[in-house]
């Protein structure tokens, strides 16, 4: 009985080693744009995606904070629509700061929301299932987002 038990601990252990989260964070500063995205996943698979996102007004064109309220208000409605995403926008005063979670496991459909504004897709498949970290790191890479090292 006790190696049976034993053996099923050790099981388990296993197999709750292999199902770890992992995350990696790059960062991109640039024309007044200053982004943080860390992706979240499991072996080559993304769980989940969180990023942070300064900008200055004036960089994207708009005199003042009502200015750029109202003109992301559409966007604000979108993300509220959507399962599996959070968003929230900060307006400073002279800058709008956002955060977007996207929560793959709980996106349904890919294509649902790869219009919306901030999210782009470069993969072979509109399943949540198959957004491959090695693919998405090596997107960000080529547009110019440095990976930081965990402290």
Do not use: W
């Amino acid at each position: 009985m006790k190696r049976t038990l034993l053996l099923l601990l050790g099981t388990t252990f296993l197999l709750g080693a292999c199902n770890k989260e992992d995350t990696a964070t790059y960062q991109l500063n640039h024309d007044g744009v200053n982004m943080m995205i860390t992706n979240y996943f499991v072996d080559d698979t993304m769980t989940k995606q969180h990023i942070e996102t300064t900008m200055a007004y004036k960089n994207l064109g708009y005199k003042s904070e009502q200015e750029a309220r109202d003109a992301n208000l559409d966007a604000e409605q979108d993300y509220l629509n959507e399962k599996g995403i959070h968003y929230k926008a900060h307006y400073e005063k002279t800058a709008i700061a956002t955060e977007l979670t996207i929560n793959y496991d709980k996106v349904e459909d890919l294509s649902a929301i790869e219009n919306l504004r901030g999210v782009a897709f470069d993969v072979d498949s509109t399943n949540p299932l198959n957004v491959n970290v090695t693919k998405i790191d090596m997107l960000l890479k080529e547009n110019g987002f440095q990976k930081v090292e965990p402290k």
